[in-house]
């Protein structure tokens, strides 16, 4: 096999004709080393006729329904046979060259299996996006963060991360994973639908002794929020309750429970300050996230993998550090 076909980049399509318009055509001039295929979960939209009319070079699977940003991807890549599988959003703009140096990792370092570029705002390019902004990390609580981005507050890219680093888990927005390891912990979680189940796999990765790795040297522009913006209750709700599943499937035995319960009792809080800022809405989400949870619960603990790496985050609670030490930049 040659370099020319070892990388799918693999684009989940949903009603995203125009992003497919705007943002394909440079996947498709900076791509030479992969084969690019959009994996459609059941557009309403003109989305298969633009790809057919527009981009004849791209390979096009059909999901029969919309799965969802998990199983949608586990369905489509049941049948893609690249060895690297890029799972990119679709509201991402690639740059030159982005990918040899995830190829020259992925070839010269065995035990890394999952990689992640520099990720910067589309809207505003000398900054970090939101979204994996130079690699992710959970606190003691379970909090996700990166670098270059903890809660609301996003850095300026000054080159302070420009580096190669091994990280906790990787963007959805643009995951790069070996084949044989998506298919040895058998993809994302179905139930998770969208959010955090990048983390979730990433978790299990971790547990199976796999290296999770940041590179600066590929870089790429999200635009984020194309699909759910966060001001949806929606996402509110699909952030909380995967958050509370994923620690139930991968934390410690030792540390399940009273993790658990104290990020309820956070969630509440969570729930009260939405109240406070007249977001009802996003504090039910937050109340359905928590039954749903409940409901879930016992068949996610039958998930659980024989064994828990302890070393899985910062020791620190991330929450401390910005709400009370008012640290708003990434600290090691």
């Known amino acids: 096999m040659t370099n020319l076909n070892k990388i799918a980049v693999v684009i989940l399509n949903w009603n995203g004709a125009e992003l497919l318009k705007k943002f394909l055509p440079k996947v498709i001039q900076y791509s030479e080393q992969a084969t690019i295929y959009v994996a459609d979960n059941a557009s309403t939209d003109d989305s298969i006729q633009v790809i057919t009319e527009l981009f004849p070079s791209v390979k096009i699977i059909i999901n029969n329904q919309n799965y969802g940003f ?85 850095e300026k890219d000054t080159n302070q991360y420009n580096d190669e680093a091994e990280i906790f888990w990787a963007s959805g927005a643009c995951f790069f994973i070996r084949k044989e390891t998506y298919q040895q912990l058998k993809g994302f979680d179905d139930d998770f639908f969208a959010h955090q189940e990048e983390i979730d796999l990433c978790w299990r990765a971790f547990n199976n002794e796999k290296k999770i790795k940041y590179t600066s040297k590929s870089i790429v522009f999200h635009v984020g929020g194309a699909t759910l913006d966060k001001a949806n209750p929606k996402k509110t709700y699909l952030n909380f309750r995967n958050s509370l599943l994923m620690l139930t499937k991968n934390l410690p035995t030792h540390q399940l429970i009273p993790i658990i319960f104290t990020r309820l009792i956070l969630d509440g809080i969570a729930g009260v300050q939405f109240i406070a800022q007249g977001k009802l809405r996003h504090c039910l989400a937050i109340i359905k996230a928590h039954f749903v949870f409940y409901s879930k619960l016992f068949s996610f603990l039958e998930k659980r993998s024989r064994v828990q790496n302890s070393n899985y985050y910062q020791s620190k609670s991330i929450l401390y550090q910005y709400f009370i030490k008012k640290g708003k930049v990434f600290v090691r």
């Not at 703009?93 to 982005?98: A, L, R």
């Not at 910067?120 to 270059?148: H, M, T, V």
Request: aromatic share 16%; proline share 5%.
């Open 70 to 154: 998990a199983k949608g991807y586990n369905e489509a890549l049941k049948d893609v046979q690249e060895p690297y599988y890029c799972l990119l959003n679709s509201d991402v703009e690639v740059t030159e060259n982005w990918l040899s140096p995830i190829l020259t990792i992925f070839e010269n370092e065995s035990q890394t299996s999952i990689i992640q570029p520099k990720i910067l705002d589309y809207k505003n390019k000398s900054y970090f996006e939101y979204a994996g902004a130079a690699g992710g990390f959970i606190d003691k609580f379970g909090y996700p963060y990166c670098r270059g981005r903890i809660f609301d507050t996003v």
